[in-house]
Every structure is written in structure tokens, then in C-alpha cells.
């Protein structure tokens, strides 16, 4: 079942930022690098991440969300977080500035933050993109700076500093208002639509009973495009014809026979896996729309 880009998959996707001296549990507790943006993609693929970055963007391009877009066309501090998935698209050869990715494993070490997700910045439904002015910009260049040459340090607290510098940047934000100059879609049903189609694809096949899926409900979705659940029932009922509950459950009814017929997993072990609480459940479910029990159809 594809999951949301780990940092593992990061350096695959970007083999040229892949840490060499640097293991991707390089805090101890989690991971955390900093890079330069002048080697960065064009364009980076719309996805969820299995991590945080909070980037200094020196250069033009918009960021895509589910439902709005805003133009980048002076230096900006984005926040982004692993629930919330997005797209960059540069609108500028020359690309500057830096990032630092990092988990939550790495933050959590803090006693100052305990979820970053609960964060003002990083929480679902914020506006996680600030102008910073040009002194802020200065001394926002200047902490990045001092990041990337702590991470080359051989100073055995080093990763206390980092969090430190992090912590700086976090509160440099805050200082801010948040921009709120986003446009949204011609036709933001279709897009809105379409990507919910392709997060409910991107869950399936299920090839190991240990994984289970994530995203069960129409709620669960709306959360992962960072929307509002009555904007996205309304955009897939108008675009498909269809509710989302019904092509959530299309979806799992095709993978649940799938699993029955081709794979030798107890009923119980299917039941998991597809998010079901009780295998009982399971069946009721898989009868109301099949006419079946799993077992009559294995």
C-alpha cells in the first residue's frame, strides 16, 4: 500500500541530496538535514509527506494545495507537515534559498513542542506561508546558514542546537501574519475530485496483513486534502455522480475480493487490514454489498 513519502523516499526521488556521512536516524531520536534550494526540483509531485519542512523560498513558483493556490513572487517561509499534502511548481529559473526536513520523532525530543501538528503553523487548516520583511529575511538567511554548518559540526550536542535554531525560525514565523492571498480553481470540483480519487487508488493493493488501511471515511479524506468534508462530498458527488462513501466502499469491496481470492490470509486478518474494528463487521459489510459472505466467495 503506497504511504506517504518517507525520507527514505525523499533521497531516492532526490539521489543527489542523499546523505552520505548522514543516517536516517542521524538525531538518535529521528532525522533532520538541511539543504540549499539552488539544486532544488521544478516541480515537486503532490503527495503527503512521512515528514516536516519548513523552507525559505527565495525565487517565484506557486504552491498547490487540494482546493487553492497562491502565488510565490517574493521571498516566503512555508510550514509544511506530513497530514497536509501540496505541490511546488517553479515559476523562475533561478531558485535560492534553503530547507530543513525533519520528523516528528526529531521535534519531539523537545520538551517545548510535543506535536508540531497542534503547532500554530503546522496544524490542519492553518495558513502556513509568511512574507517575511527584509530584516526578517536577513536574519532568517542567517539561522539557515548556521544550520547547515552545525550539521557538518562534530560538536556532540549539535542536534540540541539544531532544534534551538529550529525553534528560532518557528518563532520568526509567528511573529508574522500569515498570507492569505489564495486563489482558488476555475474548477475547483474537478480538481478536488480527481485528487480524491487518487489518494483513495494510492491506498490499494494491500499486500501485507501488518498494513492496515489508513483512510476509512470521507472524513479521513477531507483531513488528508486539508478541506472541508462537506466541499469534498459535494465536489465528487457533482463531478462523479456518485457520494464519496460509495466509491470509498467500491473501492474496498474490489480490494477485499481480491485479497479473498488470491491470497491465503484468514478472514480475520482481511478484516484488519481494511480498517474493519471486528471481523463481524467485516462480513456485514461485505454481504450488504456483494450479496456474499467473504467466506461463500473465497
Partial sequence: MKQA???????????????????????G?????????????????????????????IGKGRIYYAD???????????????????????????QSGWYCL?????????????SLQDSPLFKIGCNPIFFPDETQLKELSAIYMKMQSEMCSTYPHKYDVLRSYLHLLIHEAMKNIPATNFQTYTNASSRVSAL???????????DSPALILKLK????????????????????????????????????????????????????????????EYPSYFTLFFKKHTGLTPTQLR
Fill in 68 to 94: 487553492k493556490w497562491i502565488q510565490i513572487d517574493q521571498p516566503a517561509l512555508l510550514f509544511s507537515n506530513p497530514v497536509v499534502p501540496y505541490s511546488w511548481e517553479a515559476g523562475s529559473e533561478k
Fill in 102 to 114: 525533519f520528523t516528528e520523532d526529531f521535534i519531539q525530543h523537545s520538551e517545548r513542542i510535543n
Fill in 196 to 206: 480524491f480519487l487518487e489518494l483513495l487508488e494510492r491506498q490499494f493493493p494491500i
Fill in 29 to 57: 531520536i529521528g532525522h533532520i538535514n538541511v539543504f540549499s534550494r539552488e539544486t532544488c526540483s521544478v516541480v515537486s509531485p503532490y503527495s503527503r509527506r512521512d515528514f516536516y519542512k519548513v523552507s525559505l523560498i
Fill in 217 to 276: 471515511n470521507p472524513a479521513d479524506y477531507a483531513t488528508a486534502l486539508s478541506i472541508h468534508i462537506n466541499h469534498l462530498n459535494r465536489s465528487v458527488k457533482e463531478v462523479t455522480g456518485k457520494t464519496t462513501t460509495a466509491h470509498i466502499a467500491a473501492r474496498i469491496i474490489k480490494e477485499a475480493k481480491a485479497l479473498l481470492q488470491h491470497t491465503d490470509w484468514n478472514i480475520a486478518d482481511i478484516a484488519y487490514s481494511l480498517g474493519f
Fill in 5 to 27: 513519502e518517507s525520507v527514505s523516499d525523499f533521497y531516492k526521488r532526490l539521489p543527489g541530496h542523499a546523505p552520505t556521512r548522514v543516517p536516517l536516524n542521524n538525531a
